[in-house]
T-cell receptor, first 109, second 116 residues
Framework: GQNIDQPTEMTATEGAIVQINCTYQ??????LFWYQQHAGEAPTFLSY??LDGLEEKGRFSSFLSRSKGYSYLLLKELQMKDSASYLC??????????WGAGTKLIIKP | GAVVSQHPSRVICKSGTSVKIECRSL??????MFWYRQFPKKSLMLMAT?????????EQGVEKDKFLINHASLTLSTLTVTSAHPEDSSFYIC????????????FGQGTRLTVV
């Protein structure tokens, strides 16, 4: 079956760095997405990886290893506003998105 | 990024009534729209995929007669929850794409539906 695993909750300190991991198993692969979702709001797009390696976008970076079925989202210089859920989603061969349950990130001062 | 507007953002309705949720792409033509449902602390669940001018494709387990989807134009799709029950209370989110698949899909703001 198709499956996405990511931790349920993580806690980090303002100004620090945090890495949120995601492993996936899909029928075929057409890329991996990371979304940020604040409580009660729709997800907002953060990144899309389809090739192996690290993509950096300001304070956020995303990494993909297709051979390992693994991705991570790296957040640097954490700010209080980064407190949110981070959703990992993999696209299968039919272009269907398989969603993880999200990782709730709690930032402490 | 492109803008997708979803309305209403919150709605409370009585059990047995119907509720319509609109999803509009404001600055691009959405050939494909996706409707999701999200329960608290759960992942997004795709309910259906609709292409403009054709019938929606529903995911397994989603009742097409209960969740009516219309995608009559390239900028508007609607989801109607018919004969709503308290178990239909959820967060409904649409996303719109101008291309194939989800690669270029943008999300609406979501609709919090509460059935009392």
């Amino acid at each position: 079956g198709q499956n996405i695993d990511q931790p349920t909750e993580m806690t980090a300190t303002e100004g620090a760095i945090v890495q949120i991991n995601c492993t996936y198993q899909t029928s075929g692969f057409n890329g991996l997405f990371w979304y940020q979702q604040h409580a009660g709001e729709a997800p907002t797009f953060l990144s899309y990886n389809v090739l192996d390696g690290l993509e950096e976008k300001g304070r956020f970076s995303s990494f993909l290893s297709r051979s390992k079925g693994y991705s991570y989202l790296l957040l640097k210089e954490l700010q209080m506003k980064d407190s949110a859920s981070y959703l990992c989603a993999a696209m299968d061969s039919n272009y269907q998105l398989i969603w993880g349950a999200g990782t709730k990130l709690i930032i402490k001062p | 990024g492109a803008v997708v507007s979803q309305h209403p953002s919150r709605v409370i309705c009585k059990s047995g009534t119907s509720v319509k949720i609109e999803c509009r792409s404001l600055d691009f033509q959405a050939t494909t729209m996706f409707w999701y449902r999200q329960f608290p602390k759960k992942s997004l669940m795709l309910m259906a995929t609709s292409n403009e001018g054709s019938k929606a494709t529903y995911e397994q387990g989603v009742e097409k007669d209960k969740f009516l989807i219309n995608h009559a134009s390239l900028t508007l799709s609607t989801l109607t929850v018919t004969s709503a029950h308290p178990e239909d209370s959820s967060f409904y989110i649409c996303s719109a794409s101008s291309g194939q698949g989800h690669t270029e899909a943008f999300f609406g703001q979501g609709t919090r539906l509460t059935v009392v």
